[in-house]
């Protein structure tokens, strides 16, 4: 019995191991694919004959021969199965459709502000169907619908726990039901943003993200797996001390990060528009100028408190996360220079992403569960 258990975890981490090599490639040979894994040819063509039957690979004619007989081009069929992301906050949604080579397929940024009730929830409804219809992907290839809020998540991917910027959510779940006809599930906005991040560059890395948006979050990854804390608010650094007695957070406490580095900080200053501020801050905007250097002077202070805490990689993400790269060496020295221990320059890291990560990595659960199961 145990032999035969074995036997049969052997074969599903094989044909597993064999799925992920050639999502990765374009095209590969069976050949290769047994150098990389140390197994049999003969292994490698029996999962990959059930893997074509599946419709996840596909044969794709031969590789130009060497001397000897054409080895056959192997491809991953990434629209076998896709999954959408959506995206809520209180003015806007994202959504987004990814395949399961983690490309984007479509990616749509709507402003709809948040209201509970038949009319919100019949749009997200339209939004989603108005997607599938123009990717013209089967319905039953759709794995399902990832959902990311600003707002601590229950264990069971459903219920909402805090949600002070909806006034509460309680029962959001169940009304979305009947608009919703795909599996879905929540994820919190920063967790899902993490994972999009990290997703496609997969370590044993502890990272700490953090979300820099219009309300500041985060996530910690731990040996590269998501680490949720006791009562599932793990990264919730938007609501750490700062400064004592100072700002009004939304929250209702006083000196939070969040009221020193939401994003809302920067937009206000060039009339809503984030993309703007970061215009008017290059073109030497003094406005802008002071507004940013009272943000980055408190950014700092996180980050180094984040790294001495943590002791590793800082992650800047989130909306202001996106703008970051020009300033990322200031940043950098700034936070050297306020750091009582030895930090590395690249301890510190921003986004590779956009202001999707959040719908991409609600998205990318349902990818990655479904591969981990192949």
């Known amino acids: 019995m145990l032999s035969k258990a074995t036997n049969i975890e052997i074969k599903k981490i094989n044909r597993n191991n064999i799925y992920r090599i050639v999502l990765a490639k374009e095209n590969i040979s069976k050949q290769e694919i047994a150098y990389q894994l140390h197994i049999s040819i003969p292994t490698v063509s029996q999962n990959l004959n059930e893997l074509i039957e599946y419709g996840l690979v596909r044969e794709n004619g031969t590789f130009q021969s060497t001397g ?91 219920s909402v726990h805090y949600a002070p910027l909806f006034d509460g959510l309680t029962g959001l779940y169940e009304e979305l039901a009947d608009y919703i006809k795909y599996p879905y599930h929540f994820m919190n906005d920063a967790n899902a943003g993490g994972f999009a991040e990290l997703y496609d560059n997969p370590s044993s890395r502890n990272v700490l993200y953090l979300s820099l948006s219009n309300s500041v979050g985060g996530a910690v990854f731990v040996n590269g797996k998501l680490y949720y804390g006791e009562d599932m608010r793990s990264g919730e650094f938007g609501h750490m001390t700062l400064v004592p007695d100072g700002r009004r957070c939304y929250c209702g406490n006083y000196g939070c990060v969040d009221a020193y580095c939401s994003a809302l900080l920067l937009s206000n200053a060039a009339e809503g528009n984030l993309a703007l501020f970061f215009e ?58 306020r750091c009582n221990f030895h930090m590395k320059h690249s301890s510190i890291q921003v986004s590779r992403l956009n202001e999707e990560s959040s719908a991409m990595g609600a998205a990318l659960y349902y990818i990655n569960e479904f591969i981990s199961q192949i």
């Open 280 to 337: 008017r801050l290059k073109a030497g905007d003094s406005k802008c100028r002071t507004a940013w250097e009272e943000y980055l002077h408190y950014l700092v202070i996180v980050i180094n408190n984040l790294n001495v805490s943590f002791d590793c990689e800082v992650l800047l993400g989130g909306y202001v996360g996106r703008y970051l790269k020009p300033y990322l060496e200031k940043i950098r020295e700034l936070t050297v220079k």
């Open 68 to 158: 000897g007989r054409k080895a056959k081009v192997i491809s991953s069929n990434p629209m076998a199965r896709v999954a959408l992301g959506l995206d809520i906050t209180p003015n806007h949604v994202n959504l987004i459709m990814v395949d399961l080579a983690s490309h984007v397929l479509r990616s749509q940024r709507y402003r709809l502000p948040f209201q509970r009730g038949q009319g919100y929830y019949a749009t997200l409804e339209k939004l989603i169907g108005d997607m599938v219809k123009s990717t013209r992907v089967s319905e039953e290839n759709i794995l399902g619908v990832g959902v990311s809020l600003p707002a601590i998540i229950g264990a069971d991917s459903r």
